[in-house]
């Protein structure tokens, strides 16, 4: 009898002592804390670097509508070098995600724009370098294009400046495996005179 409630002394004081002791509690908090934080981090990290691609790709529309603007006529050659200094914006980020177009519109009596030539590219980066090859634009001369109501000018040009980026993130897994679609446009009108030509020697009018 003496030996059972010895040992039910011995367990009630264990019991005490286990319920006090406090020895393990921050080594039991931290693992309960640590995944937590570890996911708020990479989700900051990831979600500063879609920031800043976007930011990017504002920046690659605007540089693209802005060279080609400042021109009076442009060739192919002149065009490779624009959409490479373009994308340069776009550094230490990769290229290969991106696909951009630049073309010039014209806003008929009726207001109406349409497309009066337009040019793409695929752009390779090789460390500082890019190299930039034209491609086949998917607007086609005299496609109508729907543009703000603010510049409906009748009888004037606009160099219309179109990029779309896949960003990538680091941790697809709790981000997105597929990819962030990121787009944006930019509208800029000639600066040193009516029209930019490419291969024409007067403004077309389609």
């Known amino acids: 009898m003496k030996a059972l409630v010895q040992i039910w002394v011995d367990a009630r004081r264990?019991?005490?002592r286990l319920a006090k002791d406090r020895s393990g509690l921050a080594a039991t908090e931290f693992a309960f804390i640590v995944p937590l934080m570890?996911?708020?981090f990479f989700a900051t990290v990831e979600l500063s670097a879609g920031i800043a691609v976007d930011r990017k790709v504002t920046l690659v529309s605007r540089t693209l509508s802005d060279l080609v603007s400042q021109a009076t006529t442009v060739t192919d050659s002149d065009l490779k070098n624009v959409f490479a200094a373009s994308y340069g914006v776009l550094a230490p980020y990769p290229?290969?995600?991106a696909d951009a177009t630049i073309s010039e519109i014209y806003v008929n009596d009726a207001g109406v724009a349409k497309v009066q030539w337009s040019k793409a590219a695929t752009v390779a980066q090789?460390?500082?370098t890019a190299t930039a090859t034209l491609a086949t634009s998917s607007r086609k001369q005299g496609d109508t294009i729907t543009i703000p109501?603010?510049?409906k000018v009748a009888k004037t040009y606009l160099i219309f400046s179109e990029v779309k980026y896949k960003y990538e993130p680091a941790v697809g897994y709790f981000v997105a495996k597929a990819g962030i679609n990121l787009t944006d446009q930019t509208y800029t009108r000639p600066r040193q005179s009516t029209c930019v030509l490419y291969g024409t020697a007067s403004c077309p009018t389609y």
Do not use: K, R, W
Request: proline residues 0%.
């Open 14 to 16: 264990c019991s005490m």
């Open 38 to 40: 570890l996911l708020m």
């Open 95 to 97: 290229t290969s995600t």
């Open 126 to 128: 090789s460390g500082s």
């Open 149 to 151: 109501d603010g510049l």
